[in-house]
């Protein structure tokens, strides 16, 4: 019998959350049997080998120039009549709207889009920026070409609905999904020997690990300013910023400005971000806005209490009681008053603090488990196949 087929179409692989959702859900889908191809638009700095050395081809369509280019439009309608997929699942902005025109037109059986934020804005602009109105509309526009959109979180699911970009009718969620193997505990000597090599002496520095790109819908200017305000009243208090973007730079400078270089790592770009969080203490997400971010899922999963703004799903990812501090985006008083409190309870009731990390990895394991969240995106597969063949 003739294997399954999918094709994952997505603008680049790179070290990103609907990056990582994308790779997790083509090495599930290969682990359970079926034929996978990864398809990018422009070229890839990570996951190429990881998935290859699986055996999923990752195939870059792209010339070095616009994914919209004639030439890379040809490349990827020959993907579609080499592979013939019977399920196409695109993420991110450009590779949705592609996968939906091009897709519909090679006659690809189920074509879904994965929408992984609540608004569709490049993440240097302003949500209400034209180029971000935009997107918005060509999304809206092209919604007829896919079999279905889904998203990661209830909040992102009423906002496009709200805002007419995808009816209630076409629109299914399904959260992201966390692989939990990379994220058991430490042992009190690993934990330490990482903290040395990174500047920690000791466990009397509280860590704090923020992780995401360095441009404008994370926010690290706000939690740099909320950070130098609360290391005021908490002198051992650091900070580790993992990744990279357009605004290192400006960012680095901001810590220099702020004179607190010497508390701030900014680390870069990481393939061991696991390792990091099981050496930090505490986790920080300073974002405007957010779909259902994965790092948040990670760090839950690393069994680390979480401040963090309270935008796109970040509820849904922390465990119903909020156990965790969430703080009004955009606003440095509000974030550091709450990193403030969770450094306060830690030195102040350690059980407290601990519980507060146990019980968002058990909300984690319990909702968003790798095999739970495969089940669901298979289910989604079988049904649209079958409305496909009873039309």
């Known amino acids: 019998m003739r294997r399954k087929r999918i094709c994952l179409l997505i603008n680049k692989l790179a070290r990103g959350g609907a990056e990582t959702q994308c790779v997790r859900l083509a090495t599930g889908l290969h682990a359970r ?30 010339d070095g120039g616009s994914p919209y280019r004639p030439q890379n439009l040809l490349r990827l309608l020959e993907q579609f009549w080499s592979f013939k997929p019977d399920v196409l699942v695109t993420f991110l902005f450009q590779a949705d709207v592609v996968g939906r025109i091009l897709g519909n037109a090679f006659g690809i059986p189920v074509r879904i889009t994965s929408i992984r934020n609540e608004f569709f804005g490049a993440s240097d602009k302003p949500r209400d920026h034209w180029s971000v109105r935009l997107r918005e509309e060509l999304i809206r526009r092209t919604d007829v070409r896919a079999s279905l959109s889904t998203t990661n979180s209830e909040l992102a699911a009423v906002s496009l609905i709200e805002r007419g970009i995808v009816p209630s009718n076409r629109l299914r969620i399904i959260r992201n999904m966390v692989d939990l193997a990379p994220f058991t505990p430490m042992t009190a000597e690993q934990r330490a020997a990482f903290r040395r090599e990174h500047g920690v002496e000791g466990d009397s520095d509280f860590v704090w690990v923020h992780a995401g790109r360095l441009e404008t819908q994370k926010d690290q200017a706000t939690l740099l300013r909320a950070f130098t305000e609360h290391w005021k009243t908490h002198e051992h208090a650091r900070l580790w910023i993992l990744g990279d973007g357009a605004r290192r730079q400006e960012l680095e400078a901001l810590a220099g400005q702020l004179g607190v270089t010497d508390r701030v790592l900014f680390a870069g770009e990481r393939p061991n971000v696991p390792d990091w969080l099981r050496a930090a203490d505490a986790f920080v997400l300073s974002s405007k806005w957010e ?24 509820r849904e990812a922390m465990a119903p009681d909020l156990f965790g501090y969430l703080t009004e985006a955009g606003s440095v008083d509000s974030l550091r008053e709450a990193m403030d409190r969770m450094v306060t309870l830690q030195q102040d009731n350690r059980h407290e603090f601990d519980v507060l990390g146990a019980t968002n990895f058990a909300h984690v394991l319990d909702r968003f488990g790798s095999d739970g969240v495969l089940d669901q995106w298979e289910d989604l597969f079988t049904e649209l196949m079958r409305v496909r063949l009873e039309k």
């Open 33 to 62: 049997g079926w034929r996978v191809r990864v398809v990018t638009l422009l070229p890839s700095t990570a996951f190429t080998e990881e998935l290859t050395e699986t055996g999923i081809p990752v195939v870059d369509i792209s």
């Open 291 to 314: 779909g259902l971010p994965n790092v948040l899922l990670e760090a839950a999963a690393a069994r680390l209490p979480v401040v963090s703004t309270d935008v796109g799903g970040v």
